[in-house]
Protein backbone atom coordinates (compact mmCIF):
# COMPACT_ATOMS: atom_id res chain seq x y z
CA UNK A 1 0.00 0.00 0.00
CA UNK A 2 1.67 2.93 -0.91
CA UNK A 3 0.29 6.63 0.26
CA UNK A 4 0.99 10.09 -2.31
CA UNK A 5 2.32 13.11 -1.49
CA UNK A 6 0.40 15.37 1.45
CA UNK A 7 -2.51 17.10 1.02
CA UNK A 8 -2.43 16.09 -2.89
CA UNK A 9 -3.17 12.87 -5.36
CA UNK A 10 0.32 13.44 -6.79
CA UNK A 11 1.94 10.11 -8.01
CA UNK A 12 -1.40 8.37 -8.18
CA UNK A 13 -2.53 6.03 -11.27
CA UNK A 14 -5.87 4.71 -11.62
CA UNK A 15 -6.19 1.08 -11.64
CA UNK A 16 -7.50 -0.48 -14.71
CA UNK A 17 -10.86 -1.77 -15.37
CA UNK A 18 -10.97 -5.11 -13.64
CA UNK A 19 -14.90 -6.05 -12.79
CA UNK A 20 -14.64 -5.63 -9.09
CA UNK A 21 -16.15 -3.00 -7.16
CA UNK A 22 -14.50 0.73 -6.71
CA UNK A 23 -14.93 2.37 -3.29
CA UNK A 24 -14.08 6.25 -1.94
CA UNK A 25 -14.37 7.37 1.55
CA UNK A 26 -12.49 8.97 3.71
CA UNK A 27 -11.05 7.75 6.88
CA UNK A 28 -8.48 8.66 10.17
CA UNK A 29 -5.80 6.48 9.17
CA UNK A 30 -3.75 5.15 11.98
CA UNK A 31 -0.09 4.82 12.42
CA UNK A 32 2.03 2.11 13.05
CA UNK A 33 1.93 2.07 16.84
CA UNK A 34 -1.39 2.62 17.03
CA UNK A 35 -2.31 -0.07 14.81
CA UNK A 36 -0.27 -2.60 17.14
CA UNK A 37 -2.21 -1.30 19.72
CA UNK A 38 -5.61 -1.55 18.13
CA UNK A 39 -4.58 -5.63 17.54
CA UNK A 40 -3.71 -6.07 20.86
CA UNK A 41 -7.32 -4.92 22.08
CA UNK A 42 -8.97 -6.90 19.17
CA UNK A 43 -6.46 -9.96 20.20
CA UNK A 44 -8.12 -9.77 23.89
CA UNK A 45 -11.54 -10.06 23.09
CA UNK A 46 -11.22 -12.57 20.69
CA UNK A 47 -9.74 -14.78 23.23
CA UNK A 48 -12.10 -13.62 25.77
CA UNK A 49 -14.77 -14.77 23.45
CA UNK A 50 -14.63 -17.14 20.58
CA UNK A 51 -17.18 -16.21 19.00
CA UNK A 52 -16.75 -17.77 15.18
CA UNK A 53 -15.92 -14.21 12.74
CA UNK A 54 -14.21 -13.09 9.82
CA UNK A 55 -11.38 -11.17 12.19
CA UNK A 56 -10.46 -8.05 10.27
CA UNK A 57 -6.61 -7.63 9.73
CA UNK A 58 -5.06 -4.86 11.31
CA UNK A 59 -3.58 -3.17 8.38
CA UNK A 60 -7.46 -2.31 7.21
CA UNK A 61 -7.83 -0.44 10.24
CA UNK A 62 -9.42 2.80 9.95
CA UNK A 63 -12.35 5.20 11.00
CA UNK A 64 -14.69 6.24 8.46
CA UNK A 65 -15.36 9.66 8.43
CA UNK A 66 -17.10 9.99 5.05
CA UNK A 67 -18.76 7.63 2.63
CA UNK A 68 -18.22 8.57 -1.04
CA UNK A 69 -20.08 5.38 -2.92
CA UNK A 70 -19.28 2.20 -4.60
CA UNK A 71 -19.20 1.94 -8.55
CA UNK A 72 -17.69 -0.79 -11.06
CA UNK A 73 -14.70 1.61 -11.65
CA UNK A 74 -13.12 4.32 -10.07
CA UNK A 75 -14.62 7.49 -10.52
CA UNK A 76 -11.77 9.94 -11.18
CA UNK A 77 -14.00 13.14 -11.19
CA UNK A 78 -15.67 12.38 -8.14
CA UNK A 79 -12.25 11.81 -6.43
CA UNK A 80 -10.49 15.00 -8.17
CA UNK A 81 -13.58 16.82 -7.09
CA UNK A 82 -13.50 15.47 -3.56
CA UNK A 83 -9.71 15.85 -3.17
CA UNK A 84 -9.97 19.70 -4.43
CA UNK A 85 -12.58 20.45 -1.86
CA UNK A 86 -10.78 20.09 1.41
CA UNK A 87 -7.37 20.84 0.44
CA UNK A 88 -8.50 24.38 2.44
CA UNK A 89 -9.57 22.19 5.45
CA UNK A 90 -8.21 24.67 8.50
CA UNK A 91 -8.45 21.78 11.32
CA UNK A 92 -6.52 21.11 14.41
CA UNK A 93 -4.48 17.61 15.74
CA UNK A 94 -6.27 16.58 18.18
CA UNK A 95 -6.38 13.51 20.88
CA UNK A 96 -8.82 10.26 20.74
CA UNK A 97 -9.53 8.19 23.06
CA UNK A 98 -10.09 4.60 22.30
CA UNK A 99 -11.79 3.06 25.21
CA UNK A 100 -15.10 1.01 24.28
CA UNK A 101 -15.77 -2.36 22.65
CA UNK A 102 -19.15 -3.40 21.24
CA UNK A 103 -21.19 -4.27 17.85
CA UNK A 104 -23.74 -2.89 15.29
CA UNK A 105 -27.06 -5.05 14.85
CA UNK A 106 -27.16 -5.40 11.44
CA UNK A 107 -27.04 -8.51 9.38
CA UNK A 108 -23.15 -8.59 9.04
CA UNK A 109 -22.90 -8.45 13.66
CA UNK A 110 -19.44 -6.05 12.96
CA UNK A 111 -17.63 -6.10 16.66
CA UNK A 112 -16.30 -2.79 16.61
CA UNK A 113 -13.67 -0.26 19.25
CA UNK A 114 -14.74 2.73 19.65
CA UNK A 115 -14.97 5.99 22.17
CA UNK A 116 -17.46 6.57 24.86
CA UNK A 117 -17.43 9.91 24.20
CA UNK A 118 -16.90 11.81 20.75
CA UNK A 119 -14.07 14.79 20.73
CA UNK A 120 -15.45 18.09 19.74
CA UNK A 121 -12.61 18.49 16.96
CA UNK A 122 -13.37 14.96 15.82
CA UNK A 123 -17.35 16.12 15.40
CA UNK A 124 -15.46 19.50 14.00
CA UNK A 125 -13.54 17.77 11.44
CA UNK A 126 -16.82 15.35 9.95
CA UNK A 127 -19.16 18.37 9.93
CA UNK A 128 -16.33 20.40 8.03
CA UNK A 129 -15.28 17.56 5.42
CA UNK A 130 -18.95 16.55 5.16
CA UNK A 131 -19.63 20.54 4.16
CA UNK A 132 -16.93 21.09 1.59
CA UNK A 133 -17.72 17.89 -0.44
CA UNK A 134 -21.43 19.25 -0.40
CA UNK A 135 -19.98 22.09 -1.67
CA UNK A 136 -18.05 20.38 -4.21
CA UNK A 137 -21.29 18.87 -5.61
CA UNK A 138 -19.56 15.25 -3.90
CA UNK A 139 -22.71 12.94 -2.84
CA UNK A 140 -22.53 11.33 0.46
CA UNK A 141 -23.86 8.09 1.35
CA UNK A 142 -24.12 7.93 4.94
CA UNK A 143 -26.27 8.96 7.51
CA UNK A 144 -24.78 12.36 8.61
CA UNK A 145 -25.10 11.73 12.06
CA UNK A 146 -21.04 10.16 12.90
CA UNK A 147 -20.51 7.15 15.13
CA UNK A 148 -16.74 6.73 15.32
CA UNK A 149 -15.84 3.38 15.47
CA UNK A 150 -12.76 0.60 13.97
CA UNK A 151 -14.47 -2.08 12.38
CA UNK A 152 -12.38 -5.45 14.18
CA UNK A 153 -14.83 -8.41 12.91
CA UNK A 154 -17.69 -9.16 10.91
CA UNK A 155 -19.84 -11.95 10.91
CA UNK A 156 -19.84 -12.57 14.39
CA UNK A 157 -22.22 -15.47 16.15
CA UNK A 158 -23.93 -12.73 18.45
CA UNK A 159 -23.55 -9.10 19.08
CA UNK A 160 -20.95 -7.58 21.45
CA UNK A 161 -22.65 -5.89 24.83
CA UNK A 162 -20.71 -2.32 24.58
CA UNK A 163 -17.68 -2.93 27.45
CA UNK A 164 -14.68 -1.11 28.52
CA UNK A 165 -11.75 -1.38 27.64
CA UNK A 166 -7.98 -1.05 28.20
CA UNK A 167 -8.08 2.99 26.68
CA UNK A 168 -5.40 3.60 23.87
CA UNK A 169 -4.94 7.30 23.42
CA UNK A 170 -4.95 8.45 18.97
CA UNK A 171 -3.00 11.33 18.08
CA UNK A 172 -4.91 11.99 15.40
CA UNK A 173 -2.56 14.60 12.97
CA UNK A 174 -3.88 14.13 9.74
CA UNK A 175 -6.85 11.84 7.43
CA UNK A 176 -6.91 10.25 4.12
CA UNK A 177 -9.04 9.36 0.95
CA UNK A 178 -9.39 5.86 0.57
CA UNK A 179 -9.93 3.24 -2.56
CA UNK A 180 -10.96 0.11 -2.03
CA UNK A 181 -10.93 -2.48 -4.50
CA UNK A 182 -13.33 -5.25 -3.47
CA UNK A 183 -13.28 -8.57 -5.21
CA UNK A 184 -10.76 -11.34 -5.60
CA UNK A 185 -8.04 -8.82 -4.92
CA UNK A 186 -9.49 -6.92 -2.60
CA UNK A 187 -7.00 -3.99 -1.05
CA UNK A 188 -7.19 -0.75 0.25
CA UNK A 189 -4.58 2.03 -1.41
CA UNK A 190 -4.46 5.99 0.59
CA UNK A 191 -4.90 7.92 -2.52
CA UNK A 192 -4.77 11.53 -0.42
CA UNK A 193 -2.97 12.35 2.73
CA UNK A 194 -4.14 15.57 4.15
CA UNK A 195 -2.09 16.92 7.30
CA UNK A 196 -4.44 18.70 10.47
CA UNK A 197 -2.88 21.93 11.55
CA UNK A 198 -0.30 21.45 14.94
CA UNK A 199 0.94 23.68 17.10
Known amino acids: MSAPAQGSLAGF ?3 A ?26 AALRAQN ?8 AHRYHMTLHFLGDR ?14 VAALDIGAFDL ?9 NRSVPWWLGCARTPPALGALHGAL ?3 LLRAG ?26 PIPPLVWRVDRFVLIHSVLGAA ?4 VVGDWPLRTG
Not at 17 to 42: C, I, K, N, S
Not at 186 to 189: A, G
Open 130 to 132: GEA
Open 72 to 85: PALDEPVLARASEA
Open 17 to 42: ATGDTHRLFFALWPDEAVRAALAERA
Open 97 to 105: AIDRAGSFG
Open 50 to 57: RDRARWVG
Open 13 to 15: EPP
Open 186 to 189: SEYR
Open 138 to 163: VRLYEPRRLVPHITIARDAQRRLEDL
